[in-house]
Nanobody
Framework: QVQLVESGGGLVQTEGSLRLSCAVS????????MGWFRQAPGKEREFVGY????????YYADSVKGRFTISRDNAENTIYLQMNRLKPEDTAVYYC???????????????????WGQGTQVTVSS
C-alpha cells in the first residue's frame, strides 16, 4: 500500500514563500510520476504541477508557472513544491498524488493518479 503525507502548509502573507513536502511510503517511489493539485473552497480540484518519475520533466499550470517549482528526491522518497511570490488566489488545500503509469497528456487529469495524500492547507493573506 502506498501512502502519501503532505506537510509544510500554513499561513503566509502575499509575496511570501512556502515549501511543501510529500513523503511517500513504498519501495517503488522512483517509478511513480508525481503531481501536485489544489482545491479551494467551492471549486474543483485543479492541477498545479507534475514531475516525471525520473525527475527529468516537469509541467506547471499557467497560473503558477515561474513562481512554483516542483522537485523530487528519489533517495528520500519525497517530492517538494517550492512556492514563491504567493498570492491570495493560491489559497487552497494542496494535495500530492502518485501515478503508477500515465500518458504524458494525462499529467493534469486528477483521475489519472492512483494514490493521494490527505492534503495540507495553504492560506495566503492579502
Amino acid at each position: 500500500q502506498v501512502q502519501l503525507v503532505e506537510s509544510g502548509g500554513g499561513l503566509v502573507q502575499t509575496e511570501g514563500s512556502l515549501r511543501l513536502s510529500c513523503a511517500v511510503s513504498g519501495r517503488t517511489f522512483s517509478s511513480y510520476a508525481m503531481g501536485w493539485f489544489r482545491q479551494a473552497p467551492g471549486k474543483e480540484r485543479e492541477f498545479v504541477g507534475y514531475i516525471a518519475a525520473s525527475g527529468g520533466r516537469t509541467y506547471y499550470a499557467d497560473s503558477v508557472k515561474g513562481r512554483f517549482t516542483i522537485s523530487r528526491d528519489n533517495a528520500e522518497n519525497t517530492i517538494y513544491l517550492q512556492m514563491n511570490r504567493l498570492k491570495p488566489e493560491d489559497t487552497a488545500v494542496y494535495y500530492c498524488a502518485a501515478a503508477r503509469g500515465l500518458y504524458l497528456l494525462q499529467y493534469g487529469d486528477p483521475n489519472a493518479y492512483d494514490y493521494w495524500g490527505q492534503g495540507t492547507q495553504v492560506t495566503v493573506s492579502s
